[in-house]
């Protein structure tokens, strides 16, 4: 079995790196080194940006039909342990966020990480022929200048049978404890509070907790208003299944209490009180000690790491899984097109130095929900306040050396890494929104509108044309220009102003490739066109700005010369 690139681990991360590797064309191996995939929900929150991500891969109704929308995080109730005394309080937290033109997907959904990996396996199975290759462990790699030999060991019939595997490219998606991070010698630096916690996936039998009676996000709270405990309803259809937290602190012994179930229902019902609750099959539970790191670099020569291989952070805010995920998005363009020869090596370094600020933004604002929520200070806990930011709309690459702005030339006006989009900017580096209501210049297209996202692929970049009142002469100057680049890696659009009709324009760009009227403005609106600046933005294939070009076919030249050889 041959394949161009081995990803060594099949959590989300591996998994949607395949699927975007195998929509580029590239052949990949995925191997596992257990021997069953992991049964447990995790991290099952799918923040708005994964799921627009998901949109331009193709498989957001796959997604949206097998996920529940935000509701379990809006219903929280704070109650008493034993002892606090405290009367129980509901607190309704707010819509994360309302949906816009621009944004048309703001609600966070769940998907538990076993149901979305198995969703993900299936596709890259029946699609590519790509089976998770079980029981097959990485153990040491070697790097040459143009290919990678990785050792793996495949157990067959309970034996261990060795197999050497020459590749082009390797990625760890291997965890925290990733083989590959540690081999290519990266540092993981951070910190390891001291906290730690027990967690796992359990059923409920009875009407005592009922996820279907709108039992949210459940919260008890110690007499020294530290929380003790948590248990979230998973929203598995026709299962009364949740997900529990037992935190540690010093009375309790947290080794025992993960030794079995009915240890497990033993310390729930004394740090809870709840002996009303019966408790049905135990899905999984594991020891959680949280890590706070990142690595300095996401990768070397051939070798790179996403996901956990790459950071380690508390889960509060659900942002881990969502940017393991983001990092194979970010990667999985630049990987195909060097491998296809298409571009230089060199874009490759550009994938560590625009997840770098990312990452470390992203530990932040955990870590500073940790201390708020999960392990407080006496006195300092915070209830489940939510900024707009953890959605991960305003990721952005602003600062990023492959992405070139004509219109804000500023580089010191760089937002923080995660909230862009807020100062009433569209900067080349900020993810590129949505515009709906777009009809087809063509009569002979379909009659139905479309909008941006519809267009977006992780396969393609999208140069979008909003040329105004601009004449033909600044479209004709874009399309020359685009012709000098391979016509599969581009998708071309116009987007005419609404006052256009289709008598107006006649050009023969018009005519050959998809034009779109921008019938209720949302295009010109959305991305800050004025009419009167004829404006090209170049969409990437993770969904970011890559360029922002108002002087015509020399910005497109200039963005495309560090990408295509
Ligand atoms: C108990 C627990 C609770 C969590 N809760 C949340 C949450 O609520 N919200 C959230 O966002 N995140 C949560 N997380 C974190 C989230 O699960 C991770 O961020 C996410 O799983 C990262 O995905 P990954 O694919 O990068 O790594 P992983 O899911 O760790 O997958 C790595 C895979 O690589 C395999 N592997 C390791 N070494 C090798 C090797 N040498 N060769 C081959 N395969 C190998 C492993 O067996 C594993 O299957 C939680 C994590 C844990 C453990
Ligand atoms: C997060 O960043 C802010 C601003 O730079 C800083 O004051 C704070 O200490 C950081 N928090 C953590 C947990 O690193
Ligand atoms: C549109 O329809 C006309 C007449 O049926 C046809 O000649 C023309 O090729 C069609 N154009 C496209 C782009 O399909």
Redesign the pocket.
Known sequence: MSATVLIAGAGTSGLALALSLLRNGLSVRIVEKQLHFHPGERGAGLQSRTLELYKFLGILPDILERSVSGITLRNIQYLSAPDNGKPPRIVRAPLDSKNTPARPLTETHFLGQNRHEQLLRELILAEYGVRVELGTELQSFEQHPDHVVARLVKIVDSNPVEETVSVNWLVGADGARSVVRKQLGLSFLGETPDTEAVTGDIHVIGETLNQDQGDGLLVWIRPDDTPAGFMRPCLVPGKNLFQFIILGNKDLDLVKISSSREEMIKAFYEITGRRDIEFGELVWMGLWKPN?RMVDSFGNGRVFVVGDAAHVHSPTGGQGMNSGVQDSFNLAWKLALVEKGSAPESLLKSYSDERTPVIASM???T??LF?KELAPKPGQRKDFVRGPELLQLGINYRGSLLVLDEKYTDKDELVDPYRSGDDGTVRAGDRAPDAPSLTHLSPNESANTISLFDVFTTVRHTVLIFPGTAGEGFVTEVVEALREYPSNLLKSILVLPRSSSSSTSTSSFAQSALTLIDTEGYGYVNYMVAADTPTVFIVRPDGYIGALVTSGRQGVRSYFSSIFL
Do not use: Q
């Open positions: 706070i530990l932040n604002m870590t500073e201390r």
